[in-house]
Nanobody
Framework: QVQIVESGGGLVQPGGSLRLSCAASGSIFSISTMAWYRQAPGKQREMVADITSGGSTSYADSVKGRFTISRDNAKNTVFLQMNSLKPEDTAVYYC???????????????WGQGTQVTVSS
């Protein structure tokens, strides 16, 4: 099995910064895409940023130029650096990992439990 643990959320003032971390552990053979999603109250979950194993990235238009996704393949970890935060960035942020477990032939999607990010003065 694969476990996903996020950290780094919290309360920050508009214009501030936060860095989210997500570590995948367990019986992992390989990881392809890692990503961050978010879900605000009353809204659907949306992709914020993703990164392939080769380092290619993509971002939601709403966060381009403010957020940066990165990963450490050796540690099965993905990060989200969030700068110039706005109140509309307030949401629960979820880590997503597409991984192949040891002994399995099926790639699966794994999700973290979510971490709350609140941007407010």
């Amino acid at each position: 099995q694969v476990q996903i643990v996020e950290s780094g959320g919290g309360l920050v003032q508009p214009g501030g910064s936060l860095r989210l971390s997500c570590a995948a552990s367990g019986s992992i053979f390989s990881i392809s895409t890692m990503a961050w999603y978010r879900q605000a109250p009353g809204k659907q979950r949306e992709m914020v940023a993703d990164i392939t194993s080769g380092g290619s990235t993509s971002y939601a238009d709403s966060v381009k130029g403010r957020f940066t996704i990165s990963r450490d393949n050796a540690k099965n970890t993905v990060f989200l650096q969030m700068n110039s935060l706005k109140p509309e960035d307030t949401a629960v942020y979820y880590c997503y990992v597409h991984a192949l477990s040891k002994g399995s032939a099926v790639w699966r999607d794994y999700w973290g439990q979510g971490t709350q990010v609140t941007v407010s003065s």
